[in-house]
């Protein structure tokens, strides 16, 4: 059980919530994620940690309402308890210094994307940072990536704040300059990482994504987070979250993405209908 110390509305449908998680602030390193259950009927789902203070013996979430789950998830208080948090899982990011990283946050990607940017920067990379969003009022955590970042560049789908356009065609406007870059990191929508590994290929630039496919059980056994990474079959619970991205098979991570699409519909009409 993991008490809700803190809740803070970033955007209209993104929240970001202070647990009570000792053990876990104590363990968790970049990349890493937890799986939780907000009560005996619910579902498991993966959250990437955002942030830690081991002092504190706390971490911190952000999530989009997009389903009943992160929806039920954003109606409750502080003081209120989440049933279920078991963490760190997944293989933390291999941190160390390359030279120049480009770290590469969509929409709320860019939550995740935080500690991975921080703790290269502390690692002693020159680090490019590159963040996204629909628009101005949708993007989160300004502040935070651009204290971290030696070079930080924002831009927005309507242009409504930063340069109008999306995140690959400012990573693109940077590879042009001639900048010798050793590696991208990239952390947002499938379509998004899909599209950063297509402008990152033809520069032979290693490029890192973090797959937040279905999960369930989290530790393997389901195979509900099955991947294909250069044609062999990965579990992105304990073989990721983090992968090559040229050798993921985007295409067929979006079909099994969307596989349940149905019953998420169906689930999310009768959470709005009890809701009334």
Do not use: W
């Not at 010798?180 to 520069?203: C, E, F, L, N």
């Amino acid at each position: 059980m993991a008490k809700i110390l803190k809740k803070e509305r970033l955007s209209e449908n993104t929240v970001k919530m202070v647990l009570e998680a000792p053990l876990i602030a104590e363990k968790r390193k970049a990349g890493q994620f937890v799986v939780l259950r907000i009560n005996e009927q619910g579902e498991r789902i993966p959250l990437t940690i955002a942030n830690a203070d081991k002092d504190a013996g706390t971490i911190t979430i952000i999530f989009m309402e997009v389903g009943k789950t992160t929806s039920l998830l954003g109606t409750l208080k502080e003081g209120d308890n989440i049933m279920d948090l078991a963490g760190p899982l997944g293989n933390p990011t291999h941190i160390e210094k390359l030279g120049t990283v480009v770290c590469v946050g969509g929409g709320v990607g860019i939550a995740p994307m935080y500690p991975i940017t921080e703790a290269m920067k502390k690692a002693g990379n020159r680090v490019i940072t590159i963040i996204g969003a629909k628009n101005k009022d949708s993007l989160i955590m300004e502040e935070e990536m651009k204290s971290v970042s030696d070079e930080f560049l924002i831009c927005t789908d309507d242009g409504s704040y930063g340069t109008k356009g999306f995140v690959t065609q400012v990573l693109e406007d940077v590879i042009k300059r001639g900048e010798k870059i050793d590696v991208v990191v990239a952390i947002g929508p499938v379509v998004m990482m899909k599209a950063v590994s297509k402008v990152t290929r033809p520069h032979n630039i290693k490029t890192i994504v973090s797959l937040n496919s279905i999960m369930v059980d989290a530790t393997g056994m389901c195979g509900g987070c099955r991947v294909s990474i250069g044609g062999v079959s990965k579990f992105a619970c304990v073989e990721g979250p983090e992968f090559d991205g040229h050798e993921v098979d985007f295409d067929e991570l979006m079909t099994r993405q969307s596989a349940y699409g149905k019953q998420e519909h169906e689930s999310m009409q009768c959470f709005l209908r009890d809701k009334k």
